[in-house]
């Protein structure tokens, strides 16, 4: 028989746990990173702000996420990834409502600041974190379930923001 690490999963449970994070993150990856580039043209042309105005926030969003991760990384090692995951993503989703509503710039950059904030605890580092946590023996194996379903996020969310934009507009989007 082989011996288990303390609290280390097996059976259906564990592929239960696997398969949840793995949709977590193929939501998390297409709606906070690939659905941006999707809403750039309808944005700029509604709001009348410039490409690079755009594309800022997004950078925004990218340095503040680099700068939250060490600040994850010590909440994932106190407290374990899934409170983290869990507020991360619901911070997300009302950042996506906010941003749906947004008329100035400045505020555009204050929903992608934040939004950054949701992404160092949503996307990949704290999801392999938790696998590696969850399966110390087996991790490779969830990190590369995890990562095949999420890396589909752009081949799904991509059409799928495009078609509700052509459907009705990138706010509803």
């Known amino acids: 028989l082989e011996s288990r690490a303390p609290g280390e999963l097996r059976g259906r449970r564990a592929w239960t746990i696997v398969w949840s994070v793995s949709a977590a993150q193929l939501i998390s990856w297409g709606t906070l990173y690939y659905g941006f580039a999707v809403l750039v043209v309808p944005m700029e042309r509604e709001l009348g702000w410039s490409r690079t105005d755009l594309n800022a926030a997004l950078s925004i969003g990218l340095l503040i996420s680099g700068l939250c991760t060490f600040a994850a990384g010590v909440w994932i090692d106190r407290?374990?990834?899934?409170?983290?995951?869990?507020?991360?993503?619901?911070?997300?989703?009302?950042?996506?409502?906010?941003?749906?509503?947004?008329?100035?710039?400045?505020?555009?950059?204050?929903?992608?600041?934040?939004?950054?904030?949701?992404?160092?605890?949503?996307?990949?580092?704290?999801?392999?974190a938790a696998m590696t946590r969850t399966f110390p023996r087996d991790f490779r194996r969830a990190i590369t379930a995890v990562t095949l379903v999420g890396g589909f996020a752009s081949t799904v969310f991509i059409p799928l923001i495009q078609f509700l934009i052509d459907r009705s507009d990138w706010r509803t989007a």
Do not use: D, H, K, Q
């Open 79 to 128: 407290n374990g990834a899934r409170g983290l995951m869990t507020l991360a993503s619901l911070l997300g989703a009302l950042l996506l409502a906010a941003w749906s509503r947004i008329g100035a710039l400045y505020a555009f950059y204050a929903v992608w600041a934040l939004m950054g904030v949701s992404m160092a605890g949503t996307l990949y580092e704290p999801a392999f």
